[in-house]
């Protein structure tokens, strides 16, 4: 019951955040430099996000095998090739690597 109770607070503080965003766009403003600020940050938690998932696995260095795949993925993404041809290629440069020793 606990649990059931922790997920709609949850559920419900999620929707309230979102909505608020609709609700108070029109009605604050922030000043330019504010706005700037706001996406720089978000730009910098994205990549701190993509830089721990490519180069740790479980807190410590996940090898080469994880970044090679994940360069390969960046490089066809740039490069505008499908997604499902990103991920296959990403996943099948870090399986191969670690299929031939690279860690």
């Not at 709609?8 to 999620?14: E, I, Q």
């Not at 290629?89 to 690279?102: F, H, S």
């Amino acid at each position: 019951m606990t649990m059931l109770a922790a997920i709609l607070a949850l559920a419900a503080g999620t929707y309230l955040i979102r909505l608020s965003g609709a609700v108070l766009r029109d009605r604050i403003t922030l000043s330019p430099r504010a706005e700037a600020v706001i996406r720089a940050g978000a730009v910098v938690v994205l990549l701190a996000l993509a830089a721990t998932s490519t180069l740790l696995v479980d807190g410590a260095w996940g090898g080469w095998a994880l970044p090679a795949g994940v360069l390969v993925g960046g490089v066809l993404a740039w490069r505008k090739a499908p997604l499902a041809i990103v991920v296959i290629a990403a996943a099948a440069t870090t399986a191969v690597l670690r299929l031939i020793g690279v860690a």
